[in-house]
DNA sequence: AGCTGGAGCCCTAACTTCGCA
DNA sequence: ATGCGAAGTTAGGGCTCCAGC
């Protein structure tokens, strides 16, 4: 490969010319500016990332980790970070734990701090997981929660907390006086919004909570919980996510239980096949794309000082046909 | 930071003996040996991964590009190659793309090439963004396509024949004789090889291939396939996605047809949904995890000329309430 | 065999020099 | 002389590799 030195010696010019033109100097001047601009054409030359961040000591890297099954909500965010990144100039590096509990984390951590990445991400971190990453020793560079900061940590989220308002509502509007949640994990923060948000809908609409049963974000769990639900005698259910929302209603049918006719069902998330699901699913639609670009805001504002991101906007309901006013 | 000279004086050892002892040189003596690791756990010592690329040539670093919406095989495919990779002492420098067209894949592989990552694979390549890689200039590093290899490209791919033929045999072994396909889009290399496997296997039985209808992999357009499915007088329809799968249930439903009663319906991918579709999927499952790995194995094999992977396991028929004799 | 010393990888940052109003 | 804009020069950054001892 052609180093800087090649560069100048074609163009005629001090390595440290090649440099700042490379950096869009203004103060080189446009004859010696075209000179560099085409010998760094004709020689294809590319700068070493390398031996740049061994120079400037800044790497323009950025670390990601990833936790936990590929559902769509995290993984569509981490592709949003990652278009945004690669917009703005930053090299990702990425880290996929496959221990939900944190295990691999501090292996991971250090793969991306002998990286010298200048900052890390952590989507869908499970509470083990925001456990095992404040016990990292020297923590020297910012590390960035998606779905929300807290324990010492910067964190983006989406206003989780109203659009659990909004598919709350939506049933009380309906008429329902027996609402039930299918609450996430404890301890995840989206989880807790989640919950936070139907109980002040539900107070709002002077309706004592229904029964709150606890699945782990998965298909399976949903479907594991209907019988509780059905006992507790809830007529609307609203679920903490699209995939438990599916499992409910596989098994709200095998039961013989008609939605929406006999139970309403709302989701969260509004995942590509929610509109397909039997019968369609009402659901809350997220931006994750927005709150990928979110991220990358925020990094920038840790590592650069720049100003902070604007408010995300709110995720809305999404009207299909898995909910009707109670018989 | 510390850096290799700080370790050597504290060990009193040249920076030479540190560096050997680092990457597992047998040649440095015990006594020696052990006053380096303990200088380099007290000063917490972590080469600089900038100036071991600069000085070794080799950066350690492979970079894989995404394309498309975050279905749950690619993903899985990507975290499974991820794991690997990080076991391996590799990092993973990730670039998603947007457009699943392709233009923004300069962009990504120049950003690749400036960090000089040693290969690239790629991660659910549509068929134009295998035309755009082919038009990258000086391809220098191995590029390995996840789903199949040609064109030029070393590729690793699932046993996607064997498993469509696994399918399609289930059908004509419960009688029906008009088995159709509901098939990826054109040019895919999965679409193709699922088609095959179903031809093959229809062949075999001595049956006649039933309409064909080709969707794009989404849950919306198995939806939009299902009226001319229904008309060709499809008494099965092998469908080479579950999201497809689950658009087709959806409006076999709506218009009043009993799978599997009426049709029966069979899924590829076993995505961890499909077990609570309405009816049950009968579907095929794919160890993407192990895909992972084995690109990993393809990219060893091509950087460092070792061994060729083991073959993978083939997928396998996951038999559930979506498939019966035809009436 | 077991260890040390120095050169070199490719850049950037800081300083220096040059030329001209 | 004075100052400033536009270039060049020099010194590392932290490691590996290749002689040497």
Redesign the interface.
């Known amino acids: 490969m052609a180093t800087i030195f090649d560069v100048a010696r074609a163009a005629q010019v001090s390595h440290q010319t090649v440099s700042r033109v490379l950096k869009g100097d203004p103060t080189v001047g446009a004859p010696l500016r075209e000179r560099v601009e085409q010998a760094v054409r004709e020689l294809?030359y590319?700068?070493?990332?390398?031996?740049r961040?061994?120079a400037s000591r800044r790497?323009r890297t950025l670390g990601?980790i990833?936790v936990g099954?590929?559902y769509?909500g995290p993984?569509?965010t981490?592709?949003g970070f990652?278009?945004a990144a690669?917009g703005a100039g930053w090299?990702?590096?990425?880290?996929?734990?496959?221990d939900p509990d944190g295990a691999?984390l501090p292996?991971?951590v250090?793969?991306l701090?002998?990286?010298?990445v200048q900052a890390v991400v952590v989507v869908a971190p499970t509470p083990e997981v925001r456990a095992a990453t404040l016990q990292v020793?020297?923590r020297d560079v910012p590390f960035v929660m998606a779905g929300g900061g807290d324990d010492g940590f910067a964190g983006v989220a989406l206003d989780q907390r109203a659009g659990a308002v909004a598919a709350t509502r939506h049933l009380t509007d309906l008429g329902h006086r027996r609402v039930a949640l299918l609450a996430g994990p404890a301890h995840w923060a989206d989880a807790a919004d989640r919950e936070d948000g139907w109980r002040a809908a539900l107070a709002e609409a002077g309706v004592e909570p229904g029964p709150l049963v606890r699945g782990d974000w998965?298909?399976?769990s949903?479907?594991a919980a209907a019988e509780a639900l059905r006992d507790a005698g809830a007529t609307a259910v609203f679920c903490a996510n699209d995939?438990m929302a599916?499992?409910l209603?596989?098994a709200l049918?095998r039961s013989g239980l008609r939605v929406p006719e006999d139970v309403s069902v709302v989701g969260f998330d509004d995942i590509?096949?929610a509109?397909?699901?039997?019968p369609?699913l009402t659901t809350v639609g997220q931006d994750f794309a927005a709150l990928g670009r979110a991220l990358l805001g925020e990094v920038e504002r840790l590592v650069a000082g720049g100003e902070t991101p604007p408010a995300l906007a709110a995720p809305r309901l999404v009207v299909r046909d898995s909910t009707a006013p109670p018989r």
Chains 1, 2 share one sequence.
């Open positions: 294809r590319r700068p070493s990332a390398a031996a961040a061994l790497t990601m990833t099954q590929p769509y993984s569509s981490a592709q990652n278009a690669r090299d990702v590096s990425i880290e996929a734990l496959e691999d292996e991971a250090a793969a701090r002998s990286r010298d020793p020297d998965s298909a399976a949903g479907a995939q599916l499992g209603l596989h049918h590509p096949e509109a397909f699901f039997t369609a």
